[in-house]
């Protein structure tokens, strides 16, 4: 079975208590740290743009399996274009100099 995703964005987390609130499309959806699988290296942060699964909770759903989303991706895109590039150039010269 497919897992079917929504996306959001994080409006409110609560270090002290491990918890906190997605906005899915006009609705708030909760969350617990714990479904963050990288939240020991940094919290949540507001506004912050994620994908996760609904589970139910009771009569009431709850964001399971949070993957944080890249901010900027065609930024990020232009990282890795660039950087593999000058890995290239690198081994082209290194052939050179020898």
């Known amino acids: ?6 996306f959001g964005k994080v409006i409110k987390f609560n270090p002290e208590k491990g918890f906190g609130f997605i906005s899915m499309a006009g609705e708030d959806i909760f969350f ?3 479904d ?7 919290e949540p942060k507001k ?11 009771g009569d009431k759903f709850k964001a399971a399996r949070i ?8 930024k990020t895109k232009q990282k890795k274009i660039l950087a593999h590039n000058e ?6 010269l290194s052939n050179f100099r020898k």
């Open 1 to 6: 079975m497919k897992l079917e995703f929504k």
């Open 67 to 74: 993957e944080r989303l890249d901010p900027n991706p065609a």
């Open 47 to 57: 506004n912050e743009k994620v994908k996760f699964v609904l589970e139910e909770n």
């Open 32 to 34: 617990h740290i714990s």
């Open 36 to 42: 963050f699988p990288d939240a020991l290296e940094t």
């Open 87 to 92: 890995s290239i150039a690198t081994g082209l």
